[in-house]
């Protein structure tokens, strides 16, 4: 099992930025892929932004190309998620997910991921 730990969210205005943390720890050999996903009240978990550990692949999920980036630390274990030009649209509560898959078709869904972190809310006010 991989542990995961979101830190970063808070309230931000309407074109601001805000770069949030996942640290994972734990059995970390067994993930292939690190993802960020987000949660708005009332609605399905949407897929954000994926990397993959070995290459550094990125994949972005629709909302978020031109303006948000992920990357990664490997000495760390830690993913970002660097979030730009932020509108109250993008408002969820941010969960990173650790995936044994590094298929970009398969680590667009949640459903692939084996762990999850508690998730960090994040507010765009207008």
């Known amino acids: 099992q991989v542990q995961l730990v979101e830190s970063g969210g808070g309230v931000v205005q309407a074109g601001g930025s805000l770069r949030l943390s996942c640290a994972a720890s734990?059995?970390?050999?067994?993930?292939?892929?690190m993802g960020w996903f987000r949660q708005a009240q009332g609605k399905e978990r949407e897929f954000v932004a994926a990397?993959?550990?070995?290459?550094?692949?990125?994949f972005y999920g629709d909302t978020a190309k031109g303006r948000f980036a992920i990357t990664k630390d490997d000495t760390k274990k830690i993913v970002y998620l660097q979030m730009n030009s932020l509108s109250p649209e993008d408002t969820a509560v941010y969960f990173c997910?650790?995936?044994?898959?590094?298929?970009?078709?398969?680590?667009?869904?949640?459903?692939?991921?084996?762990?999850w972190g508690q998730g960090t809310q994040v507010t765009v006010s207008s």
């Open positions: 997910g650790s995936a044994t898959t590094s298929s970009e078709r398969a680590i667009r869904l949640a459903t692939k991921y084996a762990d």
């Open positions: 734990g059995r970390t050999v067994s993930s292939a892929s």
């Open positions: 990397i993959t550990w070995d290459r550094g692949f990125r």
